[in-house]
């Protein structure tokens, strides 16, 4: 079973409001790059890594007057893709849904969000002190992840959670004291959204279930200078590092940059800084996936076009990749069942 986590640039932009696809030479969300280019790169890209299921971030708007299952079900029919049914939860109003493309063939797929004190559903909000001054703030997802009950035809399920966490620039800021103080303000928030979520793990890890966590989460282990103020990266928070091995999560190139701060960082994404005229590469997608399923020893692969022997060997695999969007799939092969 191959799994995969996708974040796709303002995908949305490759629709109009009937869902249907835009290839022509208008421009794109992504510098330089025509709406015909990018869709054909990104479509590319899906055929290539063939996925049984894909975790898409950033995926076509849901609202009003669009559908984003409609919009994914069409782009998977254009490019004759295996996994050819999407499933959206909760809809958020940043026109850059979660959701997930799944094989029919292989799956059904149900969104199947708990509600609990400890993690309530994720569309609600969560009470949590923020800065220790002894009030309750509130706490709420800007996309709230997305739980899924993914059943084989065999019966045997997986529960995945689609995340898209992220911690806001310091816009209206009046000086740097002032974006340092909104910058630190904003981590706080998103550490928190990661410890509900770590909450909801678990609560489904002390119920044994099967579980892969997965997405996009602009953080990780020495990511930033913030990770010093608080401690430990959001990563590390729902991962569960540094509690109970039983109910960690696992995934290679988080655990491989916590144990080695100053080796080589495995990346994912790739932005150019323009006031610097250079490209910052980060490791900001991840498959997490729970003590029983690490041991069936699953591989994982980042597709990035620099570091992948299979990828820079097809030059044209190559220029979708970097054509489609800032960041780059990754996928976990699992044996399923054993």
């Avoid at 800007?142 to 310091?170: C, D, N, Q, W, Y």
């Avoid at 103020?229 to 928070?237: A, D, H, K, Q």
């Amino acid at each position: 079973m191959r799994l995969a986590t996708y974040n796709v640039e303002w995908f949305t932009n490759l629709f109009d409001d009937d869902n249907a696809l835009i290839s022509d030479a208008t421009w794109s969300a992504r510098h330089n790059v025509t709406k015909s280019q990018q869709l054909a790169a990104v479509g590319r890209v899906f055929q290539a890594i063939n996925a049984d299921a894909i975790m898409v971030i950033e995926a076509p708007d849901s609202s009003r007057n669009r559908s984003g299952q409609a919009a994914l079900e069409t782009f998977a029919a254009h490019f004759e893709l295996r996994a050819s049914r999407a499933l959206i939860g909760f809809a958020n109003d940043t026109q850059q849904e979660i959701a997930l493309l799944y094989d029919p063939a292989q799956f059904s797929a149900r969104h199947a969000p708990r509600d609990t004190k400890q993690a309530p559903r994720f569309d609600h909000s969560l009470e949590m002190d923020l800065d220790v001054d002894a009030r309750s703030d509130t706490v709420v997802f800007s996309k709230p992840p997305l739980e899924v009950e993914l059943t084989t035809t065999s019966g045997r399920v997986l529960t995945l959670i689609g995340a898209h966490l992220k911690s806001k620039a310091p816009h209206g800021a009046r000086d740097a004291a002032d974006a340092m103080r909104i910058s630190i303000a904003n981590r706080r928030k998103q550490l928190a959204q990661c410890i509900w979520l770590r909450n909801r793990v678990e609560e489904h890890l002390k119920d044994t279930n099967h579980l892969i966590v997965l997405g996009d989460f602009n953080d990780g282990p020495g990511l930033d200078t913030y990770e010093k103020l608080f401690g430990r990266s959001g990563v590390e928070i729902v991962m569960g590092q540094n509690g109970d091995p039983g109910l960690a999560l696992h995934d290679p190139h988080a655990e491989a940059v916590i144990s080695q701060p100053f080796g080589a960082r495995p990346t994912t994404a790739r932005f150019y800084v323009r006031h610097e005229k250079r490209y910052l590469n980060a490791l900001l997608d991840y498959i997490m996936v729970s003590p029983d399923l690490a041991e069936r020893r699953p591989n994982w692969h980042i597709w990035h076009p620099f570091d992948d022997p299979a990828c820079w060997s097809d030059p044209a695999l190559s220029d979708a990749l970097l054509t489609a969007s800032d960041h780059f799939p990754v996928t976990l092969d699992l044996p399923w069942p054993v």
